[in-house]
């Protein structure tokens, strides 16, 4: 029986974590390491000004104050006994979709499975609350099943969102989108009258380009993206060379 | 004259901000926002489970409570008079090198001023302690001149790296090359005897590649990386059409 | 059937929480709030720079991210349907005795249930891992009868320390004794080599006096100790009139 | 010249900090030891759950990434080359007040010094912004003369409140009066609308007793309240001990 290695971001407590589970239980001997508390927006946050306590919670149901990306870096050296064949990072309450994905705890996880070796996939539910994570946790078994068959491109892996409707009208393979966003920071007063910052909310922009992740999930479509590890803009390297 | 916006990932004390800072007042006009504690590591992470309170700490010159992503969408949104003409994060006492840059908050802070389509640089002393960023410094405002004449590609920006030596032998335009670590997570015990894991330290594998900003460093040229917002694997889009 | 309000410091996972609430849950019913992760030694802190955040984890059964004494406030103002009859915080895995007291969120927990005006009870066990709670849990059941029966002095939480022994001698109302700590800061260094303190750990200094938490526990009886609110020294008042 | 130990509750960067040194290093060497970011209300709290890194920001100028009780015992422990003659925490911006005491970082971070034997005093500015601290920093000054002179009660500090009025009456010792707060929780949405709690603001009860640290500083005199480290409630023993 394989192994998976689950993790999110929202944390141990989280229903889309569970339904997950109950899920890839099917077909893999799953180990579980997440986060202690909510870790949304963390990024590929990495915690090194300070040490890390895991607590046991059941059998290989582990938790750690900390974030996605140190609970895939300590579950894969300190806790797993065999290497994992699978890294599954979710099911994200909401969608990670175009340039939210370089903020969300859920798809860095799946990169820091990914830097490992680790074939990874990062699973959102794109809807709102209240969330029936059922749908989405039975697509993430079946690309669990192909990614065991087929394999990923070198380096990469899926960021997959699910649209929250009964009526998905298939699987399409996208590119990362731009999903920019208007009037995102709210100004809030403490109970001093003092104001605050607090990022989050707003508009986003329209969807451009057909072949995108907003773009197939806003039209019922499951989106996966194939996201790699290489952040460099190649050819902005022979820009720089002839222009500069 | 122009006006630049300063941050960092090490927080309002740090002497590389310090000396990034007195090197461009010469330049432009420089808005300081930078975090109030370490933030190292933090990577793109946005602060969303709480709300983020500025202080002023002189003429421009903020600190919050947060991240350097943070400290960049609430100075542009909620700080600068007008739009800032060049965002620069640094000057990280340490490389942010291949696979690392993925962690890295000094050059997150500059993924988001890109984002926001301000031209942005992040700058880091290749070195140890002590570090003397007076060099870096000095090419941080060489860079940001030329930017200012040149532009940049678009949706990138640069990674730049000094070697702390004080014979750089020249400028070198790379691509983000690997950089995995060993033994990178120490086992320690908190007073009461308890383990923890504390991520950090260990050994850098070897260079793969002369193109490389590992290679460049390591052989003591300055080594400047386009980096771009698309995480996509473009090539693993036609793999997954056909193989799947 | 009584509500008792249920919560402690070391986080909602914490079996010691788990054996109290087993115990207490036959003669009352249990509404537990506890925080989400360990709050140890964060004293009558209360989160105020932050709003703070419930999670529902089951009936009866709430979580948020803060310290204990949020948990009660909110728990007292926002979460339970009627007045609780007794407030109980624990078991505490270690003793809160003498002046580790003050540090204790454990006791604070308590000290806030009183300020509200409801009858508290702060229970520790006086052991060393691993724990078996079962005896100090029928002990805090014998004491929550004892109270709602008795009452308590106004404005007075009991704390209590059981020794972690098969026999115990007796129970000792006591007064708080002194205990101060050698060497209970610990040097450490990060993984990068820069020193850290840790506090913890060291040499408790013997226990004065034979009506102290301290020597009672020491000496295998039950310590059962009234705090009460008013910090003032009443005596000092009159020192200082006289004197200054 | 004597050494005095300086700290607060409301970081490094207070005007309140500033104005006490100021006026303190007239008569002492002033080792400054603060926290790096607000820690209003944290109480007497301890961090134990992680080490601690303190950051030298010049001569005597210290901070720590912690509590203003973890300033005081890794500044007395590791910090300062001799035993200080006297500890001053403040100038707090608001009152510290009655029940409020309890939650104070200000005065517990004098309440660590009286642990360590160190004569401590807390100060706080009774007013709202904007805040002068001019007058109370003389106050401060005043007062830290007669301590050298006179010494304090054992095991006793005092906690003194400046009202902030030009014409202040006097000084008067006082008792810790109760000053509870109703609709202290306020309700607010994240930019998600999900509900959170943010304690803090809401209406002081009356106070009670013209004896009381409250009644003195609303009628324009200054309250200096002596504050002892012994929790128990004596005569709460013999009723314990005949009725129960």
């Known amino acids: 029986m394989p192994l998976f290695l689950i993790t999110n971001d929202d944390g141990v ?9 109950q899920e890839l239980s099917r077909q893999a001997e799953c180990l579980i390491i997440a986060p202690d508390r909510d870790n949304s927006a963390v990024s590929h946050s990495l915690t090194m000004n300070r040490p890390l306590r895991v607590t046991r919670l059941g059998d290989n149901f582990y938790t750690l104050n900390g974030t996605p990306t140190d609970c895939v870096a300590i579950g894969l050296n300190k806790i797993v ?29 799946a ?6 070796g680790i074939p990874s996939l990062a699973v959102s539910l794109a809807g709102e609350a209240p969330y029936d994570f059922s749908k989405a946790a039975q697509l993430a078994a079946k690309l669990a099943k192909l990614i065991l068959q087929q394999g990923l491109p070198q380096d990469t892996l899926l960021n997959v969102n699910v649209p929250a409707t009964d009526l998905i009208k298939g699987i399409k393979v ?8 208007d009037n995102a920071i709210q100004e809030t007063l403490d109970p ?26 806003t039209n019922d479509y499951v989106s996966v993206t194939p996201i790699h590890l290489d952040l460099t803009n190649h050819q902005g390297i022979q820009y720089l060379k002839e222009e500069w």
Chains 1, 2, 3, 4 share one sequence.
């Open 192 to 217: 001093f009258g003092r104001k605050h910052y607090w990022i989050g909310g707003g508009t986003p922009s329209p969807a451009l380009g057909e072949d995108t992740d907003v773009y197939a999930v």
């Open 111 to 116: 990169v820091e499975g990914t830097m490992y």
């Open 174 to 181: 996208t590119r990362q989108g731009r999903r920019l966003w």
């Open 81 to 109: 006994k065999q290497r994992p064949d699978l890294l599954v990072s979710g099911i994200n309450p909401g969608p990670n979709l175009g340039d939210d994905i370089s903020y969300s705890g859920t798809v860095s996880a």
């Open 13 to 21: 407590h989280s229903p889309g974590l569970e339904a997950l589970v």
